[in-house]
């Protein structure tokens, strides 16, 4: 009798020692999946920390755009204007900024605006196609930071 209340014993000491490990396990598992989620949220936090700086920059580049439009002929000051435009271009690029490709391209709602329907008197575009660029678009590592604002045909 005392032999096997000793060996029943034994088998509850062993079965809550396995409970206990097992336990323990997967408080492990918990712990190493906390720490990769937020490793994961410090390493977006640092990925899209130059968002805001960006958003300011962009209207600069914006103008730098329409400037460019009414370039005189002087070809020093040009070429200049040119290259100061290509430096902030460059720079944005190295940050993770690409513009959103609009004309000609169907109208997508997650990365356009519509601001007005145009009737396409060609009769060459679709419906929906996107004909002017009013205010160019961005994503920041893939994640959209500003919509474009276009013109589509109707």
């Known amino acids: 009798m005392e032999n096997e209340e000793k060996n029943d014993e034994l088998k509850t000491l062993q079965l809550k020692c396995e409970e206990y490990l097992n336990g323990w396990?997967?408080?492990?598992?918990d712990f190493l999946n906390y720490k990769k989620e937020e490793m994961e949220k410090i390493s977006s936090l640092v990925k899209y920390a130059n968002e805001?700086?960006?958003l300011k920059?962009?209207?600069v580049l914006d103008n730098l755009c329409l400037a460019e439009k009414h370039i005189p002929d002087n070809k020093e000051f040009?070429?200049?204007f040119l290259q100061i435009k290509k430096q902030l271009s460059d720079f944005l690029q190295k940050e993770g900024i690409e513009p959103i490709r609009t004309i000609g391209e169907a109208f997508n709602?997650?990365?356009m605006e519509v601001v007005e329907e145009v009737s396409d008197d060609s009769g060459l575009k679709e419906i929906g196609t996107v004909i002017e660029e009013i205010q160019r678009g961005y994503t920041l590592h893939g994640k959209l930071i500003r919509v474009a604002r276009v013109k589509i045909s109707k």
Do not use: D, T, Y
């Open 25 to 29: 396990k997967r408080e492990r598992a």
């Open 78 to 80: 040009a070429e200049g």
């Open 52 to 54: 805001e700086l960006i």
């Open 57 to 59: 920059l962009l209207p």
């Open 109 to 111: 709602p997650e990365f």
